[in-house]
């Protein structure tokens, strides 16, 4: 271990000794003691853990600040008080000098600031740990904001996730009630999630990809890149002067249709989830400003969730199934997406989700008002870790909730919803989306169909050659146990009238034929030609 990463790891430990953080650790015999003294109160059962978790996170800066940023998104895992206070924690750091600023982006974009940017304000707009924004002028005369990754950041970040990781390690082996919690698969996360967020090039393909997915919404407004101007650590944007939400709902003018933006806010947050799959991760009121005209405009788009087609679909479901309060549906839905255990007592979750249901939806409500944080919770109890994608959406989605319930009191959030989650589940059956899947089964059979002579040859090599061996739980030492095999497979296979087809025979009858082929050349090699 090098003399930093020895240095770093004492300050850790004595911020979290300060703290009474101690006991996670299991280092000594004396900690292993006194977590056992009854004297002293259990570190789980402590009302001060959240706040001072907070608190510590914060004193040992940018890498752990952005960890209990993680974690405040992850309720299902940290539990709710947890979460709620590490959502306050504040990302900023001292500004670093102009000097500084001009040495960076003079590297970066390889020339003189003076002959890249018609001007360049000395003075930053905005700062954090990782980098700062200020703002400027292109030659071409186009005013922009330009984002400065600061110096060293990354290998500040990389020595804090090596140490977190030695940590999450230590504490998974000695803590048996940390031990559930999977410390080490959330610093896999954590390091994927950092990763993409000091990377300015992510960001920069994340706003080209969402500004095309709107570009035929006059309504909503991405930022523009300008890709000469962005690097890894620099990343030049449209400046963008809007109204920010909260002056909007202060707002008595007629200048905001207050309603139409509530609309706008939730019709494009359900587009991003289940139309492209492709969402704004931090949707906070913060991250979006009101243009000209009611214009949406979304920001910070470092952070983006991502839903595969099949995944897609299959949370359409789920959200048709939870807005219809249908228990048993909801529940053999999540069992075949791999997320409740099919062993999970069933019995018991179904009661606890009937009087959540109950509990929210015994009135008639128009929004989900917490009942997506108190299901989160209910999967916690059951010891479920959700998809981090499931929690991120579910977080999204409160907060663009409450974004156009306060813009407009009486939208009908759920009647927003469920049209378009039925649109996309719908089209499990559609007659569109099954064609465009046989054409992608079709260019998958014809692969198989090119490789079959080469793969036959070779397997009737390598019997010849005895390179090949096949065990049978039954005896195939005679020739009537060969037969009967062959016998077997030639007539199941044709009498098979089901599934894919290749030539208009089933594939598993394909299969079939094959199978009694390769064992005709093994009793023909062992009975006749010996």
Known sequence: MDKETKERLREIRLAIKKYGFDEILGQTAKSKIRKNDEDRPSLLLDDEIPVKLRMMLQDLGTTFIKL??????????????????????????????????????????????????????????????????????????????????????????????????????????????????????????????????????????????????????????????????????????????????????????????????????????????????????????????????NVLCYLDLGMMGFFDEKFKRELSEVMVLFVDQDVDGLINQLMYMDILDYDIDTSTLRRDMNDLFGRYFGVQLNRFDGVLEALLKLMQEYGVILPNEVVTMARGLSMIEAVAHNLDPEIDVFASIKPVATQIAKQRVNPKEFLRGKKSSAILYGHMIQALPRLLTRTIHKIDNEELQFKFEVDITDKVSIIALVSALIVGSSIVSFGPRIFDIPVISLIGYIMAIILSIIGMKKFVLR
């Open 68 to 293: 209990g940023q993680l974690l405040s998104t992850r309720p299902d895992i940290v539990g709710e008080k947890i979460a709620n206070e590490l959502a306050n924690l504040q990302d900023d750091n001292p500004a670093i000098t102009y000097e500084q600023v001009k040495a960076i982006v003079e590297r970066e974009l390889n020339g003189n600031i003076d002959d890249l940017f018609e001007d360049f304000s000395k003075q930053h707009l905005a700062t954090a740990s990782i980098g700062q924004v200020h703002e400027a002028r292109l030659i071409t005369g186009e005013r922009v904001a330009v984002k400065i990754q600061k110096e060293g950041i990354t290998d500040k970040i990389d020595l804090d996730l090596r140490i977190l990781k030695y940590i999450a390690n230590r504490a998974d082996k000695l803590n048996s009630n940390l031990r559930k919690i999977n410390l080490p698969g959330i610093m896999d996360e954590f390091d994927r999630s950092i990763h993409k967020e000091i990377d300015y090039n992510n960001e920069f393909m994340n706003m080209q990809r969402i500004e095309l997915n709107f570009e035929d919404n006059p309504k909503v407004h991405i930022p523009a890149t300008y890709g000469k101007y962005c690097t890894s650590k620099v990343l030049t944007m449209e400046f963008i002067d809007g109204t920010k939400l909260n002056d909007v709902y202060a707002s008595t003018s007629d200048e905001f249709d207050k309603k139409l933006l509530a609309k706008t806010v939730l019709d494009s947050y359900l587009q991003q989830l289940f139309i492209d799959g492709f969402f704004h991760g931090d949707p906070h009121p913060g991250n979006i400003l009101i243009l000209e005209d």
